[in-house]
């Protein structure tokens, strides 16, 4: 069995279903990111695994031993909450001895696990300070150190960045990935941001409206999704209706779609001749280009209009017309030949990418 298993979970409100029959398997030692839009349960999830709610159905499992019934303070895990829910009239070092305290360790103990934390969270010099003289970043960090003090199987932590700004979470995500690498246990980590999600996840499980749509390492997420709710959440996409034509070969089908041309995709849904489909297309996998070159089979290319140009410094995005369709395609400087003019608004282009490089959702 995983380390922490819901089994068959569901958790009503009233006539609502917050969580609708859930299994998941979390590992030991991974982070594992719960993400999805406002009010798709991940709180709800959470504060199962820590205790704080119980599911109506379905049993939650830790290290092999069922814990849906045990009350929060007998479950070896803690939470670090958004709000940081430091006590005021403490110091750093009495805010992360107060669990040890409860706990009874001996003075000794308590100073030794208090002092390891504050090099931990790098807040060393900061320790006699009260919450106030901090900032949020540093707060976030006492909050850090008081949970893992009690040296927790499984640490959860509910949008913990979800009060800093930007430039402080993209350093704070570094800093909780090198803590995580250093205590080694299962980090749970809830967000509703997909770059937070990418870049500290082993895995992730994307949640919709109280179910889980896919679950993967990120590049899988990414790369890969299985629905639209999935390639819409995680990233940017073009969506595109089509039909398929003819199948090429075992792996790849040419697709009908009106208004724009016909296509070649990755047929990996098995779908057969007839079928209606929904495809997506990143925008960094399209190549914008004034020229048509010389193309395999499996390339395709669309004519279009120029409509918007949008430069980012890193790159620059284009809109472009095709037929009914308003395609997005992201350009890096570099992609484009020393001697090609970047297109401007207006020009006629051609959008190119490889049939693999199109994913189909869903059939409907
Ligand atoms: P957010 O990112 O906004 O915190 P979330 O994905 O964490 O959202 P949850 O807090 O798990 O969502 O809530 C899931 C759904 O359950 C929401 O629609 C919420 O309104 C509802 N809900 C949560 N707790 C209760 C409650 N105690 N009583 C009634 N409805 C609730």
Same mark, same amino acid.
């Given at each position: ?31 594992? =990111? ?70 009874? !360790? ?92 990418? =870049? ?52 790849? =089908? ?90 401007? !608004?207006?020009?006629?282009? !051609? ?14």
């Amino acid at each position: 069995m995983a380390y922490l298993r819901f089994e068959k979970v569901t958790r009503r409100y009233g006539s609502f279903t917050a969580i609708n029959d859930i299994t998941l398997d979390i590992e030991k030692g991974e982070t594992f =990111s719960l993400l999805g839009p406002s009010g798709c349960g991940k709180t709800t999830l959470l504060r199962m695994a820590a205790g704080f709610d119980q599911p109506d159905l379905g049993r939650v499992y830790l290290d092999g031993k069922d814990i849906t019934a045990l009350p929060p303070d007998q479950r070896p895990v803690n939470t670090v909450f958004q709000s940081y829910a430091l006590f005021p009239h403490l110091t750093v070092r009495e805010n992360i001895a107060f669990g040890p305290k409860i706990a009874k !360790w001996t003075p000794g103990e308590i100073a030794k696990g208090v002092d390891q934390m504050l090099e931990l969270v790098d807040l060393k010099a900061h320790g006699d300070k009260k919450p106030s003289q901090l900032s949020g970043g540093m707060k976030q960090r006492v909050a850090i150190a008081r949970a893992l003090v009690n040296k927790p199987k499984v640490l959860l932590l509910d949008e913990p960045l979800a009060a800093l700004d930007l430039k402080l979470r993209q350093r704070l995500i570094v800093e909780l990935d090198a803590i995580h690498d250093e205590v080694g246990i299962t980090f749970i980590y809830v967000t509703h941001d997909q770059g937070e999600a990418m =870049s500290i996840s082993d895995r992730i499980a994307v949640m919709n409206k109280g179910v889980i749509e896919q679950v993967g390492p990120p590049a899988e997420i990414y790369e890969a999704p299985r629905s639209s709710f999935v390639a819409a959440f995680i990233g940017d996409t073009n969506f595109l209706d089509g039909k398929i034509t003819e199948a090429i070969d075992a792996r790849f =089908s040419r697709c009908e779609v009106a208004d724009f041309g016909s296509i070649v995709i990755d047929n990996d849904k098995h779908v057969t001749v007839g079928d209606r489909v929904h495809l997506s297309i990143r925008p960094e996998k399209l190549v914008v280009s004034r020229e048509k070159p010389a193309m395999s089979p499996m390339d395709n290319a669309v004519e279009g209009k120029v409509e918007d140009v949008i430069y980012y410094g890193s790159h620059t995005r284009y809109w472009v017309r095709c037929g009914e369709w308003r395609m997005c395609a992201e350009m890096q400087h570099r992609t484009f030949l020393l001697d090609e003019t970047p297109p401007k !608004w207006g020009d006629t282009v !051609w959008l190119l990418w490889d049939a693999n490089d199109g994913f189909l959702l869903e059939q409907y």
